[in-house]
């Protein structure tokens, strides 16, 4: 794996039209590969994740979907850990062109609260003030 770190790994993003099309990605977002070993289509298949989204699309595993010098999903499946982190560096309309950080992982904290009319009343009433100002 030591030496993966030192290299540039770009993959190319598909599937994007199956769920959120392309509107989660966005060059320098930070997004995870987590390999789908279960995944009946495709036994390479590498899923990729954006935090609070979900699935937003797959490596590329085909060589009708995957852009000319980037790795597919075959080829990197045994080189990388079991989720990593993937940055977005080329959108076009069709593509999207990744690099890959196989030593590093993405860690999100989601923290939902709820809070009762009264506080949800104070708080409106000093927005709507900052807002009148």
Do not use: W
């Amino acid at each position: 794996m030591e030496q993966l770190v030192d290299q540039d790994l770009y993959i190319t993003i598909t599937g994007t039209h199956h769920y959120f099309g392309m509107s989660p990605f966005k060059v320098g977002n930070f997004l995870s590969l987590v390999k789908e070993p279960e995944n009946i289509f495709d036994e390479e298949a590498i899923a990729v994740m954006a935090p609070v989204i979900g699935k937003v699309g797959y490596v590329a595993n085909s060589p009708h979907t995957l852009a000319k010098g980037c790795l597919s999903g075959g080829r990197i499946y045994d080189l990388l850990p079991n989720e990593c982190l993937v940055i977005p560096r080329f959108i076009t309309q069709t593509k999207i062109i990744a690099r890959v950080h196989p030593d590093k992982k993405l860690v999100t904290h989601t923290e939902i609260t709820i809070a009762d009319s009264n506080e949800f009343r104070e708080m409106s009433d000093f927005y709507r003030k900052l807002t009148e100002e």
